[in-house]
């Protein structure tokens, strides 16, 4: 006990100045998720080459795979925001609960995403595609295909996401910046190689893009497993003490929930996107997804301002002006990003015209 409170004190979010304490947080993550978007858009890339279909198809998977994201995300917001209060009170039982709590929240979430991979890819794919075009039958078989492997095999970002929360939560963003490149870098390396049949491998086609984005991200997971056993010392991880607890999920969900909803509400509107061009064409749900990929790349820095644990922490330690001042920081900080994002949209249509 005497080691854990020496640790919490001596925590950095706890004693750091706040503008210090906020770039150096900000930074690593804002790094990560560029390169996160980065692979989105070099993965569109090589999938284009197999041809308009297939990209069409991995548009059509997206809104999935953006609720997979929000529930991992959301779920792993709430588990933050409790860890960083119980390290904040020193509770360190309660935060040890929390962080056993939300990696058995995780199984559960990917029980559920495994049954539909399994069982109703290829049913949400016909919701979207008008089977009376002649390409239909096609694009439903590249995205049931790649659906199906992305869900299946989706532990491995399900645990990345809340195994970095945990290290967020300790003020440890360096680690996540690495997991989430190494796994990014992974995934753009075996792209054209299993896509293509590169270095002696098969052509898997649209089944390699999936394979090679669920190696990486099983390669981040076990990298992150093996960054909270050996660095973060402040929580303690154990398969005995993963399992449900009603106080502790209550409170996860607290704030998990709206943050889930939140985040879902792009994969709804993508879905709604989706059902409104197929008619069309499918070309413009092809153009629509490449878009939507982009203008996540020119707005990702925005969520590397991760001040969530960094104020719950001040909050809990007692150091209210910190809070503030973090709180504060933040807002100025993200408009004054928005305003020099939508200053280049507008002369990038000015350059078009």
């Known amino acids: 006990m005497m080691e ?16 210090r304490l906020l770039i150096t947080m900000s930074l690593p993550m804002m790094a990560s998720m560029l390169v996160q978007a980065l692979y989105n858009i070099v993965d569109s890339m090589f999938v284009s080459r197999i041809g308009q279909d297939a990209l069409t198809a991995v548009s059509l998977a ?34 040890d609960r929390a962080a056993n709590c939300g990696v058995f929240l995780m199984l ?14 290829g049913m949400f794919m016909e919701t979207q595609v008008d089977m009376t075009q002649s390409n239909s039958e096609q694009i439903v078989e590249y995205g ?10 989706s532990f491995g970002i399900l645990f990345e996401m809340m195994l970095e929360r945990l290290l967020q939560a300790t003020g440890k963003t360096i680690y996540t910046m690495i997991t989430q490149g190494t796994g990014a870098v992974i995934n753009i390396i075996l792209d054209p190689i299993l896509i293509f049949g590169l270095c002696g491998m ?22 992150a497993v093996v960054f909270n056993l050996r660095k973060n010392t402040e929580l303690h991880l154990s398969l005995r003490s993963m399992r449900p607890r009603a106080a502790t999920i209550k409170a996860i969900y607290w704030v998990g ?3 889930i909803i939140m985040q879902a509400i792009g994969s709804v509107m993508t879905y709604g996107m989706n059902k409104i061009l197929v008619p069309f064409s499918t070309t413009a749900v092809a153009v629509f997804g490449v878009y939507f990929k982009l203008n996540s790349f020119i707005f990702m820095p925005v969520f590397g301002a ?35 994002a939508a200053k280049q949209t507008d002369n990038y249509k000015r350059l078009e015209a």
């Open 4 to 19: 854990q409170s020496k640790a919490t004190q001596e925590n950095k979010m706890g004693v750091m100045p706040v503008k």
């Open 62 to 95: 997206f809104p999935v795979q953006m609720l997979l994201i929000a529930v991992g995300v959301g779920t792993g917001v709430g588990v933050n925001a409790l860890l960083s209060k119980s390290l904040g009170e020193k509770k360190f039982e309660e935060a």
């Open 108 to 121: 559960i979430s990917y029980a559920v995403f495994c049954v539909f991979g399994i069982f109703g890819a």
């Open 144 to 153: 049931t295909s790649y659906l199906s492997i992305c869900m299946i095999m």
């Open 202 to 223: 098969p052509k898997m086609g649209i089944v390699g893009a999936a394979v090679a984005t669920a190696i990486g991200q099983i390669i981040a997971m076990i990298l």
């Open 257 to 259: 929930i709206p943050a």
């Open 306 to 340: 991760v001040t969530l644990p960094a104020m719950v922490l001040s909050r809990g330690l007692g150091y209210y002006s910190q809070l503030l001042i973090s709180a504060w920081f933040t807002i100025v900080a993200q408009i004054y990003y928005s305003i020099k």
